[in-house]
C-alpha cells in the first residue's frame, strides 16, 4: 500500500489514538508553502486548487496541494526518480487503476461521472514519499486526468500532494 493511501486510509477511515493524533496535527496548520518549495526544482508545473475541492477528504483540504503538468507520466517519474538520494521500495512503481482506486471515495466528486470518463481504460499512478525542507509529504500522480468540470481526459499528469505532519 503507498504512503499516501496509508496515510488517506488513516485519516478517513481509521480510529481510535492515531487517527486522533493525525487529525489534530492536520489540523493545526494549513499546507501554504510556496509552490516552489512543495515542488523543489522540478519545473512545468501548475497549481490547480479546483482538484484538491474535488479529491481530497472535506476533513483535511487544508492539508492537500494539487498541480498539473503537460508532461506525460513517464518523464515526470523520469525527473523524480533521478533527484532521490534513496530508493523507497514499491515508490514510484506505475499501477493501472480503476478511477476509484486511483482517486478514493472520500472526494466530493460525483463518482459516475469519474467511471464514465475512465470506461475506456484505467489512471495510470505512481505514489511515493517526497523529501521536503519541513518534512515529508506523499505523492500521488496521476494520468490520464479529468478536467475539473469531469467532461473529458488531460494527457498530462495530475499531481496530488498530501503534507504528512510529524506525530
Known amino acids: 500500500m503507498g504512503a499516501a493511501l496509508l496515510a488517506l486510509s488513516v485519516a478517513t477511515s481509521g480510529s481510535g489514538r492515531l487517527r486522533d493524533q493525525l487529525d489534530r496535527a492536520m489540523a493545526?496548520?494549513?499546507?501554504?508553502?510556496?509552490?516552489?518549495?512543495?515542488?523543489?526544482?522540478?519545473?512545468?508545473?501548475?497549481e490547480s486548487p479546483a482538484y484538491v475541492e474535488l479529491f481530497a477528504p472535506e476533513a483535511h483540504l487544508s492539508q492537500y496541494r494539487a498541480f498539473v503538468s503537460a508532461s506525460p507520466l513517464s518523464t515526470v517519474l523520469?525527473?523524480?526518480?533521478?533527484?532521490?538520494?534513496?530508493?523507497?521500495?514499491?515508490?514510484?512503481?506505475?499501477?493501472?487503476?480503476g478511477a476509484m482506486d486511483a482517486f478514493g471515495l472520500s472526494g466530493r466528486y460525483p463518482h459516475y461521472a469519474m467511471a464514465k470518463l475512465y470506461a475506456a481504460g484505467p489512471v495510470h499512478v505512481a505514489r511515493g514519499p517526497h523529501s521536503t525542507a519541513s518534512g515529508f509529504d506523499t505523492w500521488t500522480l496521476a494520468s490520464p486526468y479529468p478536467d475539473t468540470a469531469l467532461a473529458r481526459l488531460s494527457p498530462g499528469t495530475l499531481l496530488l500532494v498530501l503534507r504528512v505532519p510529524p506525530l
Open 28 to 46: 493545526e496548520a494549513p499546507f501554504n508553502q510556496p509552490a516552489s518549495e512543495v515542488l523543489g526544482a522540478l519545473e512545468g508545473w501548475v
Open 78 to 97: 523520469s525527473r523524480i526518480t533521478a533527484r532521490e538520494r534513496v530508493r523507497t521500495a514499491g515508490a514510484w512503481e506505475v499501477e493501472d487503476l
